[in-house]
T-cell receptor, first 112, second 116 residues
């Protein structure tokens, strides 16, 4: 299976703290994307990082990509209770016509 | 931003019946749409790629005769779960790839299917 791994599987932090999630994947990619999913809901696209990029920022989000280690990280700074959700990385593997392969996900709980 | 809708959002059916789920791109045309399935507390698994005007491409292990996909227009793809059984109960999510887009696809809100 091409499915990537994410760690941790679950993360519980207090509001104001930073949350870091990691994603590893298996073969060459065109890009890697991060999504958020609230319980029982659809996906919200957070950020896309291309294979030739190493870091990208969007508001309180910071994504890094290390193609030599086939890994990416998502950092959420100054977390809020509203950030509570599951976070998935998704890889667009080279030669797969933009099909996305999702990681196993990290369930983030931010408490007051 | 681009919007993708799914209908219905929830459906409960009896075992043995067929259920149709619609995926629509509301403000753009999509040559390609994808169908995913997500079991509780698990990740999304790609089921098939829906191509407008041609047959869908199914992922390994997905039965094409059970999960019928029709992409008859540039804004609509349908997934029909035929002869549904309780093990087909899942969250089905579609995504649509705008024609001409390089790498951004947009996801629908999902359809919760429960088969009794």
């Amino acid at each position: 299976s091409q499915q990537g791994e994410e760690d941790p599987q679950a993360l519980s932090i207090q509001e104001g703290e930073n949350a870091t999630m990691n994603c590893s994947y298996k073969t060459s990619i065109n890009n890697l994307q991060w999504y958020r999913q609230n319980s029982g809901r659809g996906l919200v696209h957070l950020i896309l990082i291309r294979s030739n990029e190493r870091e990208k920022h969007s508001g309180r989000l910071r994504v890094t990509l290390d193609t030599s280690k086939k890994s990416s990280s998502l950092l959420i700074t100054a977390s809020r209770a509203a950030d509570t959700a599951s976070y998935f990385c998704a890889t667009d593997y080279t030669g797969t016509a933009s099909k996305l392969t999702f990681g196993t996900g990290t369930r983030l709980q931010v408490t007051l | 931003g681009a919007v993708v809708s799914q209908h219905p959002s929830r459906v409960i059916c009896k075992s043995g019946t067929s259920v149709k789920i619609e995926c629509r791109s509301l403000d753009f045309q999509a040559t390609t749409m994808f169908w995913y399935r997500q079991f509780p507390k698990q990740s999304l698994m790609l089921m098939a790629t829906s191509n407008e005007g041609s047959k869908a491409t199914y992922e390994q292990g997905v039965e094409k005769d059970k999960f019928l996909i029709n992409h008859a227009s540039l804004t609509l793809s349908t997934l029909t779960v035929t002869s549904a059984h309780p093990e087909d109960s899942s969250f089905y999510i579609c995504s649509a790839f705008p024609s001409g887009s390089a790498d951004t696809q947009y996801f629908g809100p999902g359809t919760r299917l429960t088969v009794l």
